[in-house]
Each structure stands twice: as C-alpha cells, then as structure tokens.
C-alpha cells in the first residue's frame, strides 16, 4: 500500500510521534486511510514522516488509545470504524469537526451540552445560595449592556453558563461540557451567525435561565435551559442549508 504525500511540516516538530499522531488523525478521519483497511507499514510511514521505527510505533500506540487503530498479529494496524473512535479526544474531534461539512457531529455535540446543562440547571436551581444568584444576576445584566460587541458578549455568555455548572456541584457534567466547547469554541461553524438580534434573543434565555434558578424551579430551570441551548443553536446555523437532526 503507498502512503500519502508527506506532511506540510513547515520544521520539523519537537514531538514528532506526537506529530506524526496528529497527522494520522487527519488522515484516518479524512478516508485517506478508510475504516477496514490497514495502515501503510512501519518502513513506509517511517519514509513519509522521516522518522524512525520507535516513533512510528509509539505514534501507533497513541492512535490505538484514541480508538483510531486495532493492532492485530499478522494481518497489521488496522483502521477501526467511527463507533469506536474516542470523539472526547481533542485530535479526534477536531479533526471530525473540520470534515463533516453537514454539521452532524456539532448537532450531536449541542445534545449532548443540552442534556447536561439541563439536568446542572435543574440541580442548580436546588442548591443555589443568594451569591451564586447574585452572580447570576450580575452576568446578565452585563450582557445586555455587551449585545453590540459580541466578542465579549460570548466571553460572559460561557461565564454565565459556567456559573451555573459550578453551582450543580456536576464536576464530570462540567468537564464535558468544558472539554467539548473548547474544541469549538473559535471555530465559525459552531459560533455561526453574531449579530446583535442575535445576542438579545439569547441574553432573554439567560434571563429565563436565571429568574427559574432565583425561584428555586429546577424543572422551570431544566426546561429553560433546554429550549435556550436548542434555539440558540437552531438560529446560529441557519442558513447552512444542511437539515438538522436536533430537536427542539
């Protein structure tokens, strides 16, 4: 089997085998090599990358951890389907993120913050004490005053949303959450369209938000939660013309 052009390394990395890692991912989530199939072997990877067999091998290792690759004795390194792919890992879904021109893997990530940060608003609602709804309070009464620059309006939006998370007292739930939004974040697909109608509407679910928590209504707060993260993202990838699997 030929391997693919060699990488556009402008220098030479310091990590290589995390590099050449890196690499592979992209090339295994692009179909450059197809689930089913094997890798090229060691000595061909080793001539593409130009480096040697003990990077190669650890670079595999890594990508067996991530669920990329199966080793087997005497039939090579074999590509695994998407299903048992690690989508938490960072290489991974970046990498999916950037391929999947329909959105898909974002609708699935929106889900599944929904789920969670539905059932931490529920809790938080419960537990709240009068700082933390002070604080609620504070973010948005701050982020009407930011709707023209959002930048900053998406800067206390994360906050305000990680407040309530901290509140549910949720540390896995959060760093979930945290982990699949720092991937996409600053990407344009997920953040889609910015303008300032846009900030209002969704500084009103944050009000929503906050006046159920105020209240101590963890289903009110649950139920807000979940109708704010879905049309949020309804209206933020309008215009995509993709069909979504999401609903609201």
């Not at 220098?11 to 199939?37: C, F, K, M, Q």
């Not at 090229?40 to 670079?59: G, I, K, Q």
């Not at 329909?102 to 700082?131: C, F, G, H, P």
């Not at 209002?200 to 209240?215: C, D, F, L, P």
Request: proline share 4%; hydrophobic share 40%.
């Amino acid at each position: 089997m030929n391997a693919a052009a060699p990488p556009a390394w402008t220098r030479r990395p310091t990590n290589l085998a995390r590099a050449v890692t890196a690499e592979l991912v992209e090339r295994i989530v692009r179909g450059t090599h197809p689930s089913g199939t094997s890798l090229p072997p060691e000595p061909v990877l080793c001539e593409t990358f130009s480096v040697s067999r003990t990077v190669v091998r650890e670079a595999v290792k890594i990508l067996q951890e991530k669920g990329l690759v199966q080793v087997r004795q005497g039939a090579g390194t074999m590509v695994t389907p998407p299903s048992s792919w690690d989508m938490l890992d960072e290489l991974v879904l970046a990498a999916t993120i950037a391929e999947d021109d329909s959105l898909a893997i974002l609708d699935d990530l929106v889900v599944t913050r929904r789920v969670l940060e539905s059932d931490m608003a529920n809790v938080a609602a419960r537990l709240a004490n009068q700082e933390t709804i002070e604080r609620l309070r504070g973010q948005v009464e701050r982020m009407d005053e930011l709707v023209d620059d959002h930048v900053t309006y998406h800067e206390h939006d994360r906050a305000f949303h990680d407040t309530i998370m901290q509140a549910s007292g949720n540390r896995i739930a959060r760093g979930v959450v945290r982990a699949l939004e720092s991937q996409v974040v600053n990407t344009a697909r997920y953040m889609g369209r910015t303008e300032r109608s846009l900030c209002v509407a969704s500084n009103r679910g944050h009000r929503r938000i906050y006046e159920r928590i105020a209240a101590h209504d963890p289903d009110g707060a649950a139920e807000a939660m979940y109708t704010h993260i879905s049309e949020a993202w309804l209206v933020r990838r309008s215009g995509t013309g993709n069909p979504t699997r999401l609903q609201r």
